[in-house]
T-cell receptor, first 116, second 110 residues
């Protein structure tokens, strides 16, 4: 079975541009969460979606938005990119709305975004 | 507020035992998780504690004291492949997301 897949794996954008990152959860998983991990720090929660509805939002500006599709895949969009948006963006899926299992999330390998 | 603290870096010798501490202050608590993350890769699940005490899984053990807001990850018989960052994370009351610590970068030397 495929794990959580993210695309693209690496991306370079210029300040002010827009970016769309994509995530496909594990088959059967209905919850997708997005995290931002700046180099040398732990991941920071951005969004959670369950059954195509937003269930949680972290402390990120409105430039960040996301959505979940009927097949439970998800997109993270970031507008008006800043240098500080350079980070590893991680997608994580779980089978339930809450990460009710003892194993929490399964993470994808991430998209490395560099803003120049 | 939400705050999780871990040492930034640790170094240990192959075959030795190392303990990585984590202290937390969070508005909610529904479990503490440890993840391992090799450079450039996704975090992978190591252990989970929701009740006080020690959980053992092979070479890895994790301890939790909820009253003290404290956990540790114990790695025994260290191997070179254990060189990685170790992330402590607290799951919120609703189980919807995690608050992660900054991670501890462990270097295992021969």
């Amino acid at each position: 079975d495929a794990g959580v897949t993210q695309s693209p794996t690496h991306l370079i954008k210029t300040r002010g541009q827009h970016v769309t990152l994509r995530c496909s959860p594990i088959s059967g998983h209905k919850s997708v969460s997005w995290y931002q991990q700046v180099l040398g720090q732990g991941p920071q929660f951005i969004f959670q979606y369950y059954e195509k509805e937003e269930r949680g939002r972290g402390n990120f500006p409105d430039r960040f938005s996301a959505r979940q599709f009927p097949n439970y895949s998800s997109e993270l969009n970031v507008n008006a990119l800043l240098l500080g948006d350079s980070a590893l963006y991680l997608c994580a899926s779980s089978s339930s709305e809450g990460t009710g299992t003892n194993y929490g999330y399964t993470f994808g390998s991430g998209t490395r975004l560099t803003v120049v | 507020g939400q705050n999780i603290d871990q040492p930034t870096e640790m170094t240990a010798t192959e075959g030795a035992i190392v303990q990585i501490n984590c202290t937390y202050q969070t508005s909610g608590f529904n479990g503490l998780f440890w993840y391992q993350q090799h450079a450039g890769e996704a975090p992978t699940f190591l252990s989970y504690n929701v009740l006080d005490g020690l959980e053992e899984k092979g070479r890895f053990s994790s301890f939790l004291s909820r009253s003290k807001g404290y956990s540790y990850l114990l790695l025994k018989e260290l191997q070179m492949k254990d060189s990685a960052s170790y992330l402590c994370a607290v799951r919120d009351n609703y189980g919807q997301n995690f608050v992660f610590g900054p991670g501890t970068r462990l270097s295992v030397l021969p």
